[in-house]
């Protein structure tokens, strides 16, 4: 089944403390990202990647980093996260082609206590 | 910078009847695309439609439909024969073209479906 996995699905740490969310996609996708959804905000994109070893800012990257060491792997990292991170995460793939659809991840709940 | 704006934080249907959802955004491209995503209570983003905006003829799937006016910059998402099911959060998203390929959301719609 073509899905995009994301790992935990529910976290809850404490300020400070590094954590990364995994993120995988099975369809070969060139293009990953990850997006933050906050009440009343919608979904705003964090960090993307092209395709391997290549990624870049999105709209809100402050206090995240990301890898692209293989084409199906795209971990979020928060090296000291706080409590203005607590948001629940997406990450989405999709082939480069313009206009693709992006298929998304079932979602991260991170709360940062 | 591309913003998309959903006016209506809320919208009811009765089961079986027709509902519209309003969607506009500004861009100062020529060339994108415009989609429509479901978040039901399970929290995954599903999408429902996708329009190309080099495309005059308005995108169909099953009972969902658009109206896209490109002059206007509006893209409303007609749903027919509204089921239960379709009780969820919808969002409108513009899809940046070149770039970082983001997509740019609307701050969403909760409809509801009376049985």
């Known amino acids: 089944e073509a899905q995009v996995t994301q790992n935990p699905r529910y976290l809850i740490t404490v300020t400070g403390k590094k954590l990364t969310v995994t993120c995988s996609q099975n369809m070969n996708h060139e293009y990953m990202s990850w997006y933050r959804q906050d009440p009343g905000l919608g979904l705003r994109q964090i960090y993307y990647s092209m395709n391997v070893e290549v990624t870049d800012k999105g709209d809100v990257p402050e206090g995240y980093k990301v890898s692209r060491k293989e084409k199906r792997n795209f971990p979020l990292i928060l090296e000291s996260p706080s409590p203005n991170q607590t948001s629940l995460y997406f990450c989405?793939?999709?082939?480069?082609?313009?206009?693709?659809?992006?298929?998304f991840g079932p979602g991260t709940r991170l709360t940062v206590t | 910078a591309q913003t998309v704006t959903q006016s209506q934080p809320e919208m009811s249907v009765q089961e079986a009847e027709t509902v519209t959802l309003s969607c506009t955004y500004d861009?100062?491209?020529?060339?994108?695309?415009l989609f429509w995503y479901k978040q039901p209570p399970s929290r995954q983003m599903i999408l429902v439609i996708r329009?190309?905006?080099?495309?005059?003829q308005n995108a169909t799937e099953n009972r969902f439909s658009v109206n896209f006016q490109k002059a206007a910059k509006s893209f409303s998402l007609k749903i027919s024969d509204s089921q239960l099911g379709d009780a969820a959060m919808y969002f409108c998203?513009?899809?940046?073209?070149?770039?970082?390929?983001?997509?740019?959301f609307g701050k969403g719609t909760k409809l509801t479906v009376n049985p």
């Open positions: 329009q190309e905006a080099y495309k005059q």
């Open positions: 989405a793939s999709k082939v480069l082609a313009g206009g693709r659809e992006q298929y």
């Open positions: 861009t100062s491209e020529s060339d994108y695309y």
């Open positions: 998203a513009y899809n940046h073209q070149g770039g970082s390929e983001k997509l740019v």
